[in-house]
């Protein structure tokens, strides 16, 4: 399976964004991009589509960041990907020839597996657990 550059840049910076949730202070691009290894220039046009999606939201100014919108634990993996890259979910396969309809109903099939298994994981679930693991900025 071939995962984009830019669902797996949104999950790290999710995942990121997880650790300061609550807290009255928002994260800068620079310091998510270091923290990440996420290109600034790159990561601005990703935070723009999660905050057009609805998954983080920003303030601009001096005090200005970005925050998830909403608690990890009711960020998806599937609406990550529903918002950054939502060609990874179709599955659009002919029912031409004899063997047509059968090879579309198993890619359809394993396009609902795996909507279900990115249903099932969320942001939660990519922080870490230990304090070996945690990154602090």
């Known amino acids: 399976m071939k995962i984009s550059l830019k669902v797996e840049y ?3 910076v999710l995942g990121q964004l997880a650790r300061a949730y609550g807290k009255t202070k928002l994260a800068h691009i620079e310091t998510l991009a270091k923290a990440e290894a996420v290109p ?3 990561l601005v046009q ?3 589509e999660l905050r057009n999606g609805g998954l983080i939201v920003s303030r601009r100014g ?3 960041g970005y925050a998830l919108a909403r608690a990890a ?3 998806s993996l599937y609406d990550i990907v529903r918002v950054v890259d939502a060609e990874m979910l179709e599955a ?3 029912t031409a020839g004899q063997s047509g309809a059968r090879v ?3 890619w ?3 396009a609902a597996a795996l909507e279900a298994a990115l249903k099932s994981r969320t942001v939660e679930n990519l922080l870490s657990r230990d304090a070996a693991e945690m990154w602090h900025i």
Do not use: F, M, T
Request: charged share 20%; proline share 4%.
């Open 73 to 75: 634990s009711e960020i």
């Open 104 to 106: 579309s109903a198993a």
């Open 46 to 48: 990703i935070l723009n």
């Open 62 to 64: 001096k005090q200005g």
């Open 10 to 12: 949104a999950c790290r």
């Open 40 to 42: 600034a220039n790159y």
């Open 92 to 94: 659009p396969v002919s």
């Open 108 to 110: 359809r099939d394993v």
